[in-house]
T-cell receptor, first 112, second 114 residues
Framework: DVKVTQSSRYLVKRTGEKVFLECVQDMDHENMFWYRQDPGLGLRLIYFSYDVKMKEKGDIPEGYSVSREKKERFSLILESASTNQTSMYLC???????????FGQGTRLTVV | GDSVTQMEGPVTLSEEAFLTINCTYTATGYPSLFWYVQYPGEGLQLLLKATKADDKGSNKGFEATYRKETTSFHLEKGSVQVSDSAVYFCALMTLTGGGNKLTFGTGTQLKVEL
């Protein structure tokens, strides 16, 4: 079975902290994605990556950055956390072709 | 840019009723289309997909047909069950730059009652 693992299920951070969300997949997928999920807004794409060290902005990249140093790992970085970044964060991966994406269980981040 | 519009919920149905959840899209090129489902307390999982015009995706009694002329991918099921209660997301995947961008709609919550 494909597995996408996010490092934390729940996280509480203070305003202004630098926050790292980690995601690891075990199926050698080329594509990896970071979304945030908010009630009434669905899933909004923050960043995605199609290869090591390659990244593209999604629809809401402001306040976030990403890192992909190894194929299996895709990190989301909140440079200076703010309360409006309180959300559920979902990581996903897929093969290069137009195929299904597999999702992690999500990290619920609360910024206080 | 790419976008997906789906009907707002919640949709509340009685068991064995017919279900339609509308989904339309805007995209350049020839996207692949998907329906994902999120059951309460669980992660997103693929329900069905279609990769080219006129393809029909189906799974667990759900169906959706890729209609290029109307840019639609409506989800249907002939007889819903209480266990189908979940949030349903329509999504499209397009080729952009060197990779694939996956864009979701806002989700439609379905509640099925006895």
């Amino acid at each position: 079975d494909v597995k996408v693992t996010q490092s934390s299920r729940y996280l509480v951070k203070r305003t202004g902290e630098k926050v790292f969300l980690e995601c690891v997949q075990d199926m050698d997928h080329e594509n990896m994605f970071w979304y945030r999920q908010d009630p009434g807004l669905g899933l909004r794409l923050i960043y995605f990556s199609y290869d090591v060290k390659m990244k593209e902005k999604g629809d809401i990249p402001e306040g976030y950055s990403v890192s992909r140093e190894k194929k299996e790992r895709f990190s989301l970085i909140l440079e200076s956390a703010s309360t409006n970044q309180t959300s559920m964060y979902l990581c996903a991966s897929s093969r290069r072709e137009n195929t299904e994406a597999f999702f992690g269980q999500g990290t619920r981040l609360t910024v206080v | 840019g790419d976008s997906v519009t789906q009907m707002e919920g919640p949709v509340t149905l009685s068991e064995e009723a017919f279900l339609t959840i509308n989904c339309t899209y805007t995209a350049t090129g020839y996207p692949s289309l998907f329906w994902y489902v999120q059951y309460p307390g669980e992660g997103l999982q693929l329900l069905l997909k279609a990769t080219k015009a006129d393809d029909k995706g189906s799974n667990k009694g759900f169906e959706a047909t890729y209609r290029k002329e109307t840019t639609s991918f409506h989800l249907e099921k002939g007889s819903v069950q209480v266990s189908d209660s979940a949030v349903y997301f329509c999504a499209l995947m397009t080729l952009t730059g060197g990779g694939n961008k996956l864009t979701f709609g806002t989700g439609t919550q379905l509640k099925v009652e006895l």
